[in-house]
């Protein structure tokens, strides 16, 4: 098979694969090394390769191993932030929903990309992480699963177990995120445009209104966490432009199947220039976290934002 040809194999699951490398990483530029390696070692291994067994699960082992690699080195490099939530957040970066208008993306592979999913997979020791995703994602068997790991079918459904406890106990904590569960998509969209308002209008207290009294923001890969209606509002009031937000402007978008607003900040000459990413979680009709991403001026292209909003 020629290099053509193998692209041609390969497309299908290109997009797939790089979801999953996302999911078990974090970030969106360690999920595209991960997801060129893994397609280096497929064309390098593709004389081993059993024509009659399936291609995808394949390359998902591959892909797997990669990731896990990834993980193994970053593990080694020096540790500057003690807690695991402030490490998780040095990295962790969101996923552009235009990825995912795919036919090779499945729709519960689309379920599981939350930021409050994603985030909580960081916190897992990587061969749990694996196994989480293994087996309740992509939904394959525990042999399976120990036949890539090189373990046995007891280990891996009791690394499932524990993955599945600390899943949950995670994601009702909120480290990161929270699940983003609107009562309808109308109520996402009225509660999206009532925080636009808000901040056209400078209106902090308009925008405090529409938080749960427990909302958390986050700004990877900042360590911070602000819990409460309170410390949110005085965020807004003294941090972002040191509280001018009409030197701020934003514009709709959305990540991890969860609505967004790419924040653009006013430079010198008064052009609004990338300044950062507001992911948001509404549970029923308030938002219940905010996901901020501050000076990733890369990420709004893939989020299909411009880089400036030139008059």
């Known amino acids: 098979m020629d290099e053509q040809a193998f692209a041609l194999l390969i497309e299908p699951h290109r997009r797939a694969l790089h979801l999953h490398c996302y999911r078990m990483l974090g970030s969106l530029h360690d999920a595209d090394d991960a997801l060129q390696e893994t ?13 009659r067994a399936p291609l995808r699960a394949w390359l998902y082992r591959i892909a797997t191993n990669v990731s896990l690699t990834a993980i193994e080195r970053r593990s080694r490099a020096p540790q500057l932030l003690g807690a695991a939530e402030a ?14 208008d795919t036919p090779e993306v499945a729709a519960e592979e689309r379920e599981s990309l939350g930021l409050a999913f994603v985030s909580v997979m960081q916190l897992l020791p ?10 309740d994602v992509l939904g394959w068997s525990a042999r399976e699963v120990a036949e890539l790991l090189g373990d046995s079918v007891a280990s891996v459904n009791s690394a499932l177990q524990r993955a599945r406890q600390r899943l949950e106990t995670e994601r009702r904590v909120g480290a990161l995120a929270r699940d983003h569960a609107p009562a309808s998509a109308e109520a996402e969209s009225r509660v999206m445009r009532q925080f636009l308002e808000a901040w056209e209008a400078v209106d902090v207290d308009g925008i405090v209104q529409l938080l749960a009294d427990d909302a958390v923001m986050t700004m990877p890969p900042e360590p911070m966490r602000l819990v409460g209606t309170e410390a ?4 807004f009031r003294t941090v972002p432009a040191e509280g001018a937000l009409e030197r701020l402007r934003l514009l709709p978008t959305r990540a991890n199947g969860q ?12 052009v609004p ?3 950062g990413v507001m992911v ?27 880089l400036s909003l030139d008059d």
């Open 280 to 306: 948001f979680a509404i549970g029923d009709e308030s938002v219940v976290s905010i996901t901020g991403f501050a000076g990733y001026p890369e990420l709004f292209p893939l989020l299909g934002l411009p």
């Open 273 to 275: 220039r990338a300044y």
């Open 39 to 51: 397609l280096v070692r497929a064309w390098r291994g593709l004389g081993g390769f059993e024509p």
């Open 126 to 135: 990587p061969r749990q992480r694996a196994v989480l995703v293994l087996r």
């Open 232 to 235: 949110i509002g005085e965020f």
């Open 87 to 100: 490490e998780v957040a040095g990295y962790f970066q969101p996923y552009p929903d235009r990825y995912l």
């Open 259 to 270: 609505p967004a607003y790419g924040a653009y900040l006013e430079d010198g000459e008064g």
